[in-house]
């Protein structure tokens, strides 16, 4: 019976200490569009590139996906990935169900 409040008691601390600590946030950015960030001789403006940061606090993410069947159309793709087929294809320029040619690069919203 001893053991288990000795357990108790350090599962309780724990938790205590897990509670206590600052919530942790998250904020990324991506300055670099351009390759600007290298030009050190001007001071530019860096707002016209992509930045997410606590102001703008979501971001629209991407990836790339190289087609395969049966993941070869804005559709199929879209399903496998949980990507509205109609963004994937109007990211890439094309009908949500156009067959993408094999080892296709696909940009994926």
């Known amino acids: 019976m001893e053991e288990m409040l000795k357990l108790y008691l350090v599962c309780s601390l724990l938790l205590a200490v897990l509670l206590r600590k600052p919530h942790l946030t ?9 390759n600007k960030q290298l030009d050190c001789n ?14 703008q606090n979501s971001c629209q993410a991407y990836l790339t996906f190289r087609s395969n069947p049966p993941y070869n159309s804005p559709a199929t793709i879209g399903l496998l990935l ?28």
Do not use: H, K, W
């Open 26 to 34: 998250v904020e990324g950015q991506q300055i670099y569009v351009n």
């Open 42 to 55: 001007n001071d530019l403006n860096f707002t016209d590139g992509y930045a997410c940061n606590g102001v």
């Open 82 to 109: 949980g990507s509205e087929p109609s963004l994937v294809a109007d990211a890439n320029n094309m009908s949500s169900f156009d067959i993408i040619p094999t080892d296709t690069q696909i940009l994926i919203r």
